[in-house]
């Protein structure tokens, strides 16, 4: 997989106009983050890519209950996993990935360390990715609401 900035910068804009057409079931499945650019930057953040690489950076999105979607972000050092849950859905034609993590937890193999429920954020200030573009190829690519520009890939 390579893609670059300049050919996201052009998806997102055909994102902004048309729409992706993106549904729930097309974004599900366990994403490892592989690429990211700031916010205003056309270069990587190579340190921060590959620090969070190197701790398995994933979002994991599967079928949810009450809700569209399930999220799940968690990063890992050896057996130590910091993770966040929590509900979302597609909302609009581009769309945005609106979501609220609720619960954030450590644990050490299966011992659960911390577990503790998180506030909800303050009406119009959720967490957001605006997607850009889903490739059959196995990569996903959004920008988050800081601005921010992600790039992963489907996990086998």
């Known amino acids: 997989m390579t893609i670059d900035h300049r050919q996201l910068q052009d998806l997102e804009d055909r994102a902004r106009h048309r729409g992706t057409g993106l549904q729930c079931e097309d974004i599900l499945g ?38 569209d979607l399930q999220l799940r972000n968690a990063v890992n050092l ?13 909302r609009g034609r581009r769309p945005l990935l609106v979501f609220q993590f609720e619960q954030v937890e450590l644990k050490l193999g299966q011992l659960t360390l911390l577990k503790r429920m998180l506030p909800s954020p303050t009406q119009g200030r959720e967490p957001f990715f605006a997607l850009i573009s889903r490739s059959n190829d196995g990569w996903m690519a959004a920008r988050g609401r800081g601005g921010g520009l992600a790039l992963w890939t489907l996990k086998g």
Not at 38 to 58: D, H, I, M, V, Y
Request: one cysteine or more.
């Open 30 to 67: 366990c994403w490892q983050l592989t690429t990211i650019w700031p916010k205003g930057r056309q270069e990587t953040n190579a340190l921060s890519g590959w620090f969070l690489r190197s701790l398995g950076a994933c979002l994991d999105i599967s079928a949810g209950r009450n809700a």
């Open 78 to 90: 050896g057996p130590l996993c910091l993770q966040f849950q929590g509900p979302g859905h597609l």
